[in-house]
């Protein structure tokens, strides 16, 4: 009886357990399962960065027909900010519909300040200095 027990002991450790069908060493038992919580808000980011900066690119070329130069750095970072209020408009949300008419009249103030929300008040002169600005997708 000891003899068995010592033979019993002495014999290696079946992989996957006692049926061999349990899991295996360096083997996850969910492969496909949840993914991580960094990388969903990596991936999640990178495309929010995408859509704002697909919007931006639209307001700029906006107001470089408008006025014919392009933004400020002011401006720029104005056009930015509704650029990213325009995308978070457009995405479904769980805000009800007073939090998305102020969000939505918050964008066209802000619309406004930068100065795409009404027709400019006086025209951009033109200097000898000044370099036309090539529209974004346009090619030199």
Known sequence: MEQQAHQLLDQPRKLGGATG???????????????????????EAAELAERVGAEAR????????????????????????CALLAVRLREPSGLDAEHTVRMANGLERALRRAGLGQAPAREAAATDTDVPW?????RK
């Open 58 to 81: 639209l307001l700029v070329n906006d107001f470089a027909t408008r006025y014919g130069r392009p933004p400020s750095a002011s401006e720029a970072a104005r056009i930015g900010a």
């Open 134 to 138: 090539p529209m974004v997708g346009e």
């Open 21 to 43: 069908k349990g899991f295996m060493p360096g083997q996850s038992g969910n492969p496909l399962g949840r993914g991580s919580p960094k990388v969903r808000a990596a991936r």
